[in-house]
Each structure stands twice: as structure tokens, then as C-alpha cells.
């Protein structure tokens, strides 16, 4: 099992921005790579980044590429994201996983109880 606690959402006015946090515990070394995902309200759960377990690979989503950058540090994620549009209002889940391509889309991850980010206009 792979427990995953975020912290960092709030209340942001556009082109603002905030720094998401996931603290991994438990047994971090069979879902080793990480990624953010995001749930707006009457949509479903949408990718948002994934990283390798090195840092050295990023993947994100096209609707945050050059405004989000996703890192880590061992067992913990970080997604800073800068210039916040009212759309990126969302809970924000972070996921663990043992495979890249299962990562992308969710399949056979841990996840996180998520945090509320709402971005105003």
C-alpha cells in the first residue's frame, strides 16, 4: 500500500499562482513514479503531469504545458503552477504508479484524498 497526502490548494485570483504538495509514504518503491491529476466540478478526472522516479522524464497535459512544472524530491511531488486560468478550478489528486503508460491514464494507481484549487476571475 502507498499512502499519498497533498497539501498546497487555496484560493488564487487569475494569472496568479500555487505550489502543490504529495507526500509519499508506505511502499513508495512498488508505485515509485508520480503524477498530478484534476477533477473539475461535473467533469471526469483529467491528467495533469507525470515524472519518472529520477525527475529526468515530465509529461503534461497540452492545456497546462508552459504553465505547470511538475518535480520531486525522492518521495515527495511538487506541481508549481503559474498563471492560473478560472478553468484550472479543480480538485487536484496526486497518483503513484508502477507503470509510465498506466500513470497517464490512471489505471492501477494509488491515490491521493485531493485539494481544492479555485482560481477566480
Known amino acids: 500500500q502507498v499512502q499519498l497526502v497533498e497539501s498546497g490548494g487555496g484560493l488564487v485570483q487569475a494569472g496568479g499562482s500555487l505550489r502543490l504538495s504529495c507526500a509519499a509514504s508506505?511502499?513508495?518503491?512498488?508505485?515509485?513514479?508520480m503524477g498530478w491529476f484534476r477533477q473539475a466540478p461535473g467533469k471526469e478526472r483529467e491528467f495533469v503531469a507525470r515524472i519518472s522516479l529520477t525527475g529526468r522524464n515530465t509529461d503534461y497535459a497540452e492545456s497546462v504545458k508552459g504553465r505547470f512544472t511538475i518535480s520531486r524530491d525522492n518521495a515527495k511531488v511538487f506541481l508549481q503552477m503559474n498563471s492560473l486560468k478560472p478553468e484550472d478550478t479543480a480538485v487536484y489528486y496526486c497518483?503513484?504508479?508502477?507503470?509510465?503508460?498506466?500513470?497517464?491514464?490512471?489505471?492501477?494507481?494509488?491515490w491521493g484524498q485531493g485539494t481544492q484549487v479555485t482560481v477566480s476571475s
Open positions: 497518483a503513484a504508479a508502477a507503470s509510465w503508460p498506466n500513470l497517464k491514464v490512471g489505471e492501477g494507481a494509488y
Open positions: 508506505g511502499r513508495t518503491f512498488s508505485s515509485p513514479l
